[in-house]
């Protein structure tokens, strides 16, 4: 399929470029941070799945030109709405100029005042071993909210908010919505709901206190240790995606996330942190989901066993030690 992939992309530029249109085709495993874009472009087709939408992101910023995700399997994401097998379908409808861009707001953050992150779907505030209870003050806009004791706390974006988001409880928000969501992950304190603030907002997050490291997670890609405080905002640069149909797959993905919230209702919290884990750091051994987890080997193992039975996790061999399997989220 790789090969294949890539003769229609070279077809794909030829053609395009026929029209004056500067267009970059970016591949699954192709984003290693040493590729270098020296031109401008007009349009980037990335090809693979959601996450390597966020990894092109994060390593070539490619913020402010349209792109279009294209997923290379048969499934689409929210980023990559379209499959490999409408790859012509969907160049055809750029080249008739059907289709619309929707440009999304993006998070950026400033940690401890020296360090810059910016993330597309969300940036936790998590300490640095699982388990750990870490103690926080929420300001918005410089108004105090609460002081909180909990896991974490998220703050997502629209795309962000069907992802880690929405499987701590927060709400789910279409991506044309100008807002941001911030969840609290496992509060002792009942009454700490997820919160809807315009995108403008400011969200401080201080008085940061834990037995361990805090760190922010931005889009499960880059971490930042935080010592003191992390000023959020969702005023950053924009997303621009290529919307091809009038009725978004989006919505699709959006009631196969309703539907994974009920299977997980009578699954233990022992599975549903195992399917976090992976949802959010991407395939993993058994051995990297106990040490993430802390979670005890035979509990880890029971949780992967009710995941795999009901087709919330996949199982595939691990090319580096062909005595392990590695697992990731079918989500």
């Known amino acids: 399929m790789k090969a294949s992939l890539r003769n229609r992309a070279g077809a794909i530029i030829k053609k395009i470029s026929t029209l004056g249109i500067r267009v970059k085709v970016l591949f699954p495993g192709k984003i290693d941070g040493k590729e270098t874009l020296k031109d401008d472009y007009d349009l980037f087709l990335i090809i693979g799945d959601d ?26 994401g929210f980023l990559t709405e379209i499959s490999f097998n409408d790859l012509d379908w969907a160049m055809d409808r750029l080249l008739s100029d059907d289709y619309t861009v929707e440009e999304c707001n993006t998070l950026t953050s400033l940690i401890d005042y020296e360090i810059e992150a910016f993330a ?71 009454t700490r709901r997820s919160l809807i603030i315009p995108s403008e907002s400011k969200v401080e997050i201080n008085e940061l206190e834990c037995s361990r490291d805090i760190e922010a997670i931005a889009d499960g890609i880059e971490r930042y ?53 992976l949802e959010y750091e991407g395939p993993m051994t058994q051995k990297d989901i106990v040490q993430r987890t802390l979670l005890p080997p035979r509990t880890v193992r029971y949780a992967l066993s009710l995941l795999l039975r009901k087709g919330l996790v996949m199982k595939t061999p691990n090319l580096r030690d062909a005595r392990q399997s590695m697992y990731y989220a079918r989500i």
């Not at 939408?53 to 689409?76: D, K, Q």
């Not at 974006?157 to 991506?175: D, Q």
């Not at 978004?248 to 209702?265: F, G, N, P, Q, T």
């Open 225 to 277: 240790k935080v010592r003191e405080t992390i000023i959020l905002s969702g005023n950053g640069r924009k997303l621009k995606l290529i919307r091809l149909k009038r009725s978004s797959h989006a919505y699709d993905r959006l009631y196969k996330k309703v539907e994974l919230a009920k299977a997980l209702i009578e699954m233990p919290p022992s599975a549903k942190l195992v399917l976090k884990v």
């Open 120 to 190: 597309i779907n969300d940036i936790c505030i998590f300490p640095s071993k699982s388990a750990t209870i870490m103690k926080y003050d929420l300001w918005v806009d410089g108004e105090y909210i609460w002081c909180d004791m909990a896991d974490g706390i998220i703050i997502a974006t629209p795309i962000g908010s069907t992802a880690y988001s929405m499987s701590a409880g927060g709400p789910m928000l279409l991506t044309k919505v100008r807002a941001l969501v911030v969840t609290p992950v496992n509060s002792i304190d009942l």
């Open 51 to 76: 996450k390597t939408v966020l990894r092109a992101f994060h390593e070539l910023s490619l913020f402010e030109v349209p792109f279009l995700g294209i997923n290379y399997t048969n499934n689409i």
